[in-house]
T-cell receptor
Framework: SQQGEEDPQALSIQEGENATMNCSYK?????LQWYRQNSGRGLVHLIL?????REKHSGRLRVTLDTSKKSSSLLITASRAADTASYFC???????????????FGGGTRVLVKP | DTEVTQTPKHLVMGMTNKKSLKCEQH?????MYWYKQKAKKPPELMFV???????INESVPSRFSPECPNSSLLNLHLHALQPEDSALYLC????????????????FGPGTRLLVL
């Protein structure tokens, strides 16, 4: 079942603008991750934020996490045409101690960056 | 080598066929995953292997049969599939859980696009 809901479902911006997308989830989590997927190919991990962290940066990416509201946001600054992709949040609420974690993905945001 | 490879890239099969999807990683990861993704939908977890043993089966129909022959390989055997099984099948791997609970990032392969006629 889908744990996370993302909004907006689609976003169209001009190159150079910022893109912000939000993710909400329902249960307690260990961490929340953001992935990018280009046009039906494999997913690429972007950033992971743990439940005890509030903000994280990686290059042009900024992620926030508010566990009291069960929500996260991903900001892409100074967007480029190459940022055109679908972006998914994924929550890890694994209880198992063995190797492997169970990720539950949100519905995704399709971002189009126009040159 | 930081890559997960999947073969074939595309597969067309009839409902009576038997086929297999293959996934390989050489990163020393001890957890491997199969996901199914329909168009414009998020990936849905099917199976998790932990140290070559099946640890999670998300109530997947028995016409999908996973196999982990060794720590680098993961197969998905397909038999008597239905047209609604047409999707992108993604394999992923991760290092596995450390004592501090880290290393949860999953590395995905490019996927196999499956069409069932």
């Amino acid at each position: 079942s889908q744990q996370g809901e993302e909004d907006p479902q689609a976003l169209s911006i001009q190159e150079g603008e910022n893109a912000t997308m939000n993710c909400s989830y329902k249960t307690s989590i260990n961490n929340l991750q953001w992935y990018r997927q280009n046009s039906g190919r494999g997913l690429v991990h972007l950033i992971l934020i743990r439940s005890n962290e509030r903000e994280k940066h990686s290059g042009r990416l900024r992620v926030t996490l508010d566990t009291s509201k069960k929500s996260s946001s991903l900001l892409i600054t100074a967007s480029r045409a190459a940022d055109t992709a679908s972006y998914f949040c994924a929550t890890d609420a694994s209880l198992i101690k063995a190797a492997g974690n169970k990720l539950t993905f949100g519905g995704g945001t399709r971002v189009l960056v126009k040159p | 080598d930081t890559e997960v490879t999947q073969t074939p890239k595309h597969l067309v099969m009839g409902m009576t066929n038997k086929k297999s999807l293959k996934c390989e990683q050489h990163m020393g990861h001890r957890a491997m995953y199969w996901y199914k993704q329909k168009a414009k939908k998020p990936p849905e977890l099917m199976f998790v292997y932990s140290y070559e043993k099946l640890s999670i089966n998300e109530s997947v129909p028995s016409r999908f049969s996973p196999e982990c022959p060794n720590s680098s390989l993961l197969n998905l055997h397909l038999h008597a599939l239905q047209p609604e099984d047409s999707a992108l099948y993604l394999c992923a791997s991760s290092q596995g859980r450390s004592p501090t609970g880290g290393r949860e990032t999953q590395y995905f392969g490019p996927g196999t696009r499956l069409l069932v006629l």
